[in-house]
């Protein structure tokens, strides 16, 4: 079982549309979530963090966290189609210690005109 | 504030050499942490320096090595390069605040090409 699991994609969604985006993790006592989106040949960038269970909005941006089933989403509202990119889900797990990022494979979005 | 930076931006090397890459954290950040990219691993954790010690360390061989400076600027050094060393190579730092999970800012990365 990998540490830190997401569908590969595409998920392709049209302009305007929710696109939601998912991860599973597998270390129970992993306390911090990051989103991050990378464009294709770009370096990741953050777009959202989230370490209690619930929601977290920034703008179109929602993370969603449930520890319970070790579960953490990404929505973006009114996908545009320059959303369309690579997301990565990335954990930092209870037993990694300080800055050490587990990274899903990501998730490819494509968001059509 | 500037962001992260890296250099050289990219690098041909032969199977054999050495490598040594650079990395400037966001000013004011004392963690930096180091991954390796590739298409068929993603994105992988090599290790991460504060205050000019290391704190962690990823699955990598002893032929990655890295180490930080007391301005908290990194290097990373790869010996013996080898065909499967090909990746991009990110580094990226944070400033552990309060309330705030060690958010972590990459660079642009340095794309190692080797032959």
């Known amino acids: 079982q990998k540490e830190v699991e997401q569908n590969s994609g595409p998920l392709s969604v049209p302009e305007g549309a929710i696109a939601s985006l998912n991860c599973t993790y597998s270390d129970r006592g992993s306390q911090s979530f990051f989103w991050y989106r990378q464009y294709s040949g770009k370096s990741p960038e953050l777009i959202m963090s989230i370490y209690s269970n619930g929601d977290q909005e920034d703008g179109r941006f929602t993370a969603q966290l449930n520890k319970a089933s070790q579960y953490v989403s990404l929505l973006i509202r009114d996908s545009q189609p320059s959303d369309s990119a690579t997301y990565l889900c990335?954990?930092?797990?209870?037993?990694?210690?300080?800055?050490?990022?587990?990274f899903g494979a990501g998730t490819r979005l494509a968001v059509h005109p | 504030k500037a962001g992260v930076t890296q250099t050289p931006r990219y690098l041909i090397k032969t199977r054999g050499q050495q490598v040594t890459l650079s990395c400037s954290p966001i000013?004011?950040?004392?963690?930096v942490s180091w991954y390796q990219q590739t298409p068929g691993q993603g994105l992988q954790f090599l290790f991460e320096?504060?205050?000019?010690?290391?704190?962690n360390k990823g699955n990598f061989p002893g032929r990655f090595s890295g180490r930080q400076f007391s301005n908290s600027r990194s290097e990373m050094n790869v010996s013996t390069l080898e065909l499967g060393d090909s990746a991009l190579y990110l580094c990226a730092s944070s400033f552990p605040k309060q309330g705030v999970p060690y958010e972590q800012y990459f660079g642009p990365g340095t794309r190692l090409t080797v032959t």
């Open positions: 000013s004011g950040h004392r963690s």
């Open positions: 990335a954990v930092i797990p209870f037993s990694g210690g300080y800055n050490k990022l587990i």
């Open positions: 320096y504060f205050s000019e010690t290391q704190r």
